[in-house]
């Protein structure tokens, strides 16, 4: 939709399939209530968020080409700084005592910066490792950080370590109770289209630019005088920490936080939303889990094994649709 | 005389490079002064891009110097050496395909203007940007193919964009790897035309198979055979030379 106003004239295609994706999540809980079905509300939240952590990876996969397989390690990371902000709040206990006395806080309004600082120092310390090598490699690399991260959260008693951590109290914003399931929808919806606007303003700036021909063919990057190397790391870090704010939301959604936020299982979601939705597409990670979503719910009821279903979907999406869902509803991306 | 490597823009001194036991690179030195077009010729796997490559940062040289503009860039990343003003186009040309003509260009304008790590302006609005890549498309006669895909460009259409992302880095100093290959007789002499042109801007390392084009343009010619200068010196001096005719123009003479 904001490629709809930047344009003079008629919208493109993608930008009306942007706004119906747009309008259609936003209008989903609404209908839930009316139709006094409360469940679907914390459902569509679920979708916003997941959505979310998607569009952090498509800033690095899709716009950056760099094929994270651990952006888990930021979605769990911004999921503990919730649960763990929470747990010490609760029991009113300091998380450090030095060199700073730092107590836990229910204060979304905290969590949130650091939840973005932690994800981002991850992701750059990552980032700076995985970089230096392409490919399968980096794949690897990636995947391998973030086992670590899981295996260290697995194996650290003080927050739980395979039960993880609950958020008793949902943590708080001032002036709106969070507890309403429409408010924290609104929320996690608001924190979809602020990400998605932040990579639609940045990607069509000369960063986006510089980083999509990075993507695209590193040697002519290189040849007109801009380093790749500090162009995919900054893209990497801004991803992770989109990833991480997700965490944090998602830890917040569900009441508690535990070691599954960071595994690859996870990591591979994430990346399915993307390649669902159509890599590289603004609007893409939230078709694609829109209907992760759905088809864990609809398909789920009647069998267990709806990864299946969705593993036959996701290779026909693959194989025939290579621009994903986005490419079904709104053909071929633009490049001017 | 002049000392040559404090007047030359590029100078190069005893460079090597060897593939495993194969020595591609065996102690080339040469220079490029300014406004010269400087030809480096030579059989096929003579070595002539392993060279340029090493010039332009790609390739590590294993032992010599390179020095741009006197400073010693041996061991300078390519962007660095680019954004000195050293402006290259590639035998197999490597652009972003995925993106109109212009757009390429833009980005290496971009590039000279300044840091690519700003977020917030949006570059389809950038007047700047766009006028000064569609200048440098005009320049190389790519005008009415600006809108169009890289990857839409024929080979020939290619190498000409290739020269307009080099042009737009307002280079001192260009490397081009056969620019004349697949753009056919007219395309060559119009080429031609425009490399005589452009060496009061900037001093050019040829490479180049078309013998008509390198006697054409060429102050000096290198002749280069596995990877050893044969000689350097003037097209009629070359032309002359029985050791380059043995070993390279024999064929034609
Ligand atoms: N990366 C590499 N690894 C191994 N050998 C290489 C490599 N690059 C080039 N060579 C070899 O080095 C020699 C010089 O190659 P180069 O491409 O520089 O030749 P050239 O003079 O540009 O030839 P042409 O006129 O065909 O373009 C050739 O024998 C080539 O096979
Ligand atoms: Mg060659």
Redesign the interface.
Known sequence: MAEAA?RIGRPSREAVANAVLALALLAAPLIALQAGEPYYVNLSTRVAILAMAGVGLNLALGYGGMVSFGHAAFFGLGGYVAGIAAHHAFNYDLFMAWPVELEGTNQLLAIWPVALLVSGLAALLIGAFSLRTAGVQFIMITLAFAQMIYYFAISFPDYGGEDGLPIYTRNALPGLNTFDPLTFFLVAYGALMLAIGFTW??M???????L??AR??E??????????Y??KL?AFVLSGMITGLAGALFADLNGFVDPSMLSWHRSGEIMIFVILGGVGRLFGPVAGAALFVLMELFIGQWTEHWMLVLGLVLLTVVLFASGGLMGLLAGKPR?? | MTDMASTALLSIRGLSKSFGALKATDDVTLDLRPGEIHALIGPNGAGKSTLIGQV?G?IRPDAGRIELMGRDVTRL????R??MGLG?S?QVS???????AR??V???V???LG??????????TDRRLRDEADAALARVGLSGRA?A?AAELSHGERRQLEVA?AL??KPSILLLDEPMAGLGPEGSAELTRFLADLKREAAILLVEHDMDAVFALADRVTVLVQGRVLMTGTGAEVRADPAVREAYLGEDG
Do not use: E, K, Y
Request: contains cysteine.
């Open positions: 930047a303003v940045i069509g700036a000369r960063f986006g630019a510089a999509q021909a695209m063919n040697t002519r990057l290189a040849t007109t005088g801009i380093a790749p500090p162009v900054t490049h001017d | 332009a790609w990343p390519v962007h660095r680019a954004r290259r590639f490597s652009l972003a395909l995925p993106i109109s757009r390429n833009m980005l290496a971009q590039a000279r840091s690519s790590f700003r977020f917030l302006r949006p570059v389809r809108d895909q992302c737009a880095l």
